[in-house]
C-alpha cells in the first residue's frame, strides 16, 4: 500500500489497506493510512470514520489527531477540530504545523488573541514557516493591527516568493491601510502565481470597483459565485443561467436574490429595469422582504427560495450580476429615482401615531447583522455614540435597530429622548412597515446596514455614516453617491474614530433643522 501510495495509485492503495485491516482488524496505524489515502481520495466522512478508529485503537498517534483535525476542517467543522488540534500539540510539543494551524482555526471561531499566541508558537518553533506568518499576518488584520499585519505576511512571501494566497492576504491588509495600487498589483501577482484563483478575482474586483473601474471590476466581481466562501444565493435553480447580456422582449428570466437583505433592497431596483425592456421577470429572494418587494411593484408574486426549482421556463440570473448586464457605472446609474414605496394605509397608521411628537424625529441604526459583521468589521458603532448629537440639537430620536445590538436602548443615558411610541416600533420586524415608519421621520442617520438603502431607495433625506475605509460601493471620497441622490454619506476621517464623525453630524443638524 504505501509503494501505491509513493506512486499516486491510490485506489489500489485504498484496496490493500482494507486487506490489511481484514487481516488485523485492531492495525491501528492501516486504519491512519486508509484514512490518508481516503481523504486525499477526497471521500472525507469515510476518512473521518478510519482516523476515529486509529484513535480509538491507539490514542497515542499525534499524526491521527492531527489528520482528523484537517479533515474536520475541510468539512467546516471548526469548533470539532480545536479539541484534536490542542491533543496533537500535547502529544508532539514541538510539532510547529499544528500549533499554527490551531492559530487559524481559533481565529476562523473568533477567538482572535488566543490565535495569536499560537501562531507566534509555531514561528517561534519553525521561523522559515511561511504558512505561519501567513496565519499571523490574517489574524492581526482581524485583531485591528494592520502594520504589523503586513510585516507578517510581507514576511511569508519573502519565505515563499511564490505563496499566492500571502500575496492575495497581504493585498487585503494593503486596502484596508488605504494602499489601493499597491493591494491591486499584489492581487494581480496572486493570480500571475495561480491563474484558477477564484478568491484572487473576487477581492481583486472590490478594490477596481472602490477605485472606479467597474468595467473590469463587474467582471471580476462574477467570481463571488465560485469562491472559497461562496456567496449566499437564495434558491436552487433547475433552468440554465442567461450568459448573454442581451434582453429580449417577452423572454422569461429569473432572478434570484443573493446575500444579505440590504443587498436586495440596494439591488432590486433593476428588475424594474428588466420589466421596462418587456421581460418576463420573476424575483426569488428571502419571504422577510416580500411584502416590501410587492408594495414597491417589482413583483407582485416573489417566490420564497424553496420554490425556485419548480421555475422550468427561461432562463435564471442571480440579482448582483444585474449590474454587469445592465452596465452600471457612476457615468451611467441606469436607475438612482425613488423606487421603494409602502403603503397608504401603513403610511397613515404611523403619520398619525407620530403627530404627536413635537421634535425632528431622526431613525436611527447603529448595529449591523451579526454574521455580515463578522466579515464587515468596523462599520458599527454603539448606540451611545448618538449622544453627541443632543449636545446641540433639540430632537426625537426613533430607533430602527432590530435584534442584534437593540438591547444597547435599554442601559443608553438618553432612553427618554426616544419617541413615545417607540416600544411598538420595536416589534415593527416587516420591511413595508417598516418604510412606512421612515417616510415619516424627518431624516435617518445609520451605519452601512440595510436601513440606508431602504431609505435611500425611498429618496428620503438619509446620512450615511461609513468606516475607513467603507464597501465598495461608496468609492473612496466625497459625500454624495450615485446611487441615491437623497443619501449624504459621513466617512471616517480617521480609522475607528466615530467621535469625530458625530461631531461633524451634530454640527451639519445645526444647518439641516
Not at 59 to 64: A, E, K, T
Not at 269 to 278: D, F, P, Q, S
Not at 454 to 477: F, N
Request: glycine share 6%; charged share 25%; proline share 4%.
Amino acid at each position: 500500500a504505501n509503494i501505491l501510495i509513493g506512486k499516486r495509485n491510490l485506489k489500489e492503495a485504498e484496496a490493500t489497506l482494507r486487506k490489511s485491516i481484514e487481516l488485523k482488524p485492531d492495525f491501528a496505524q492501516a486504519y491512519l493510512n486508509l484514512g490518508t489515502v481516503l481523504n486525499d481520495l477526497e471521500q472525507l466522512t469515510e476518512a473521518e470514520a478510519c482516523i476515529r478508529k486509529a484513535i480509538q485503537l491507539k490514542p497515542n498517534l499525534f499524526n491521527s489527531h492531527f489528520l482528523l483535525a484537517n479533515i474536520l476542517i475541510a468539512q467546516n467543522n471548526l469548533q470539532e477540530a480545536e479539541q484534536p488540534l490542542r491533543q496533537t500539540i500535547e502529544l508532539k510539543p514541538d510539532f510547529a504545523e499544528a500549533y499554527s494551524t490551531l492559530g487559524g482555526v481559533l481565529g476562523e471561531l473568533n477567538k482572535s488573541e488566543e490565535a495569536e499566541v499560537f501562531a507566534r508558537k509555531a514561528i517561534q518553533l519553525k521561523p522559515d514557516f511561511a504558512i505561519a506568518h501567513n496565519n499571523l499576518g490574517n489574524l492581526l488584520k482581524d485583531l485591528g493591527k494592520l502594520k504589523e499585519a503586513e510585516i507578517a505576511t510581507r514576511k511569508a512571501i519573502e519565505l515563499k516568493p511564490t505563496f499566492a494566497i500571502a500575496h492575495l492576504n497581504l493585498g487585503g491588509i494593503l486596502k484596508n491601510l488605504g494602499k489601493f495600487e499597491e493591494a491591486k498589483l499584489s492581487m494581480e501577482r496572486s493570480i500571475m502565481i495561480k491563474p484558477d484563483f477564484p478568491d484572487a478575482y473576487f477581492n481583486l474586483s472590490l478594490v477596481q470597483l472602490m477605485t472606479g473601474d467597474y468595467k473590469s471590476g463587474l467582471e471580476n466581481f462574477e467570481y463571488r459565485l465560485i469562491k472559497k466562501k461562496t456567496i449566499s444565493i437564495h434558491g436552487n435553480p433547475i433552468i440554465p443561467r442567461k450568459k448573454d447580456t442581451n434582453f429580449i422582449r417577452g423572454e422569461k428570466i429569473l432572478v434570484i436574490g443573493e446575500q444579505s437583505i440590504g443587498d436586495i433592497i440596494f439591488y432590486m431596483r433593476y428588475i424594474l429595469i428588466l420589466k421596462r425592456k418587456g421581460v418576463d421577470v420573476k424575483f426569488c429572494t428571502r419571504k422577510k422582504v416580500h411584502s416590501l418587494i410587492k408594495s414597491s411593484n417589482i413583483d407582485s408574486d416573489p417566490l420564497i427560495p424553496e420554490k425556485s426549482n419548480l421555475v422550468k421556463d427561461g432562463k435564471w440570473l442571480p440579482l448582483m450580476s444585474l449590474l454587469k448586464y445592465l452596465d452600471v457605472s457612476p457615468q451611467n446609474p441606469v436607475i438612482n429615482a425613488p423606487y421603494i414605496f409602502s403603503g397608504k394605509s401603513l403610511i397613515e397608521k404611523w403619520k398619525k401615531k407620530l403627530s404627536k411628537e413635537k421634535k425632528p424625529i431622526i431613525g436611527i441604526n447603529w448595529q449591523g447583522g451579526k454574521g455580515t459583521e463578522e466579515n464587515y468589521q468596523g462599520r458599527s458603532m454603539p448606540l451611545e455614540n448618538f449622544s453627541k448629537i443632543l449636545e446641540k440639537n433639540d430632537i426625537s430620536f426613533l430607533s430602527l435597530q432590530k435584534g442584534f445590538g437593540s438591547e444597547q436602548l435599554e442601559s443608553c443615558t438618553f432612553r427618554d429622548k426616544f419617541v413615545n411610541c417607540q416600544e411598538e416600533i420595536d416589534n415593527i420586524w416587516d420591511y413595508s412597515e417598516t418604510s412606512a415608519i421612515i417616510e415619516n421621520c424627518d431624516l435617518i442617520i445609520t451605519i452601512d446596514s440595510s436601513m440606508g438603502p431602504l431609505a435611500g431607495g425611498m429618496g428620503k433625506d438619509v446620512w450615511l455614516l461609513l468606516r475607513d475605509p467603507g464597501w465598495w460601493m461608496w468609492g473612496l471620497s466625497g459625500s454624495t453617491t450615485f446611487w441615491f441622490p437623497s443619501m449624504k454619506l459621513f466617512r471616517q476621517t480617521e480609522k475607528n474614530n466615530w467621535d469625530e464623525v458625530m461631531n461633524r453630524v451634530s454640527n451639519e443638524l445645526q444647518k439641516h433643522f
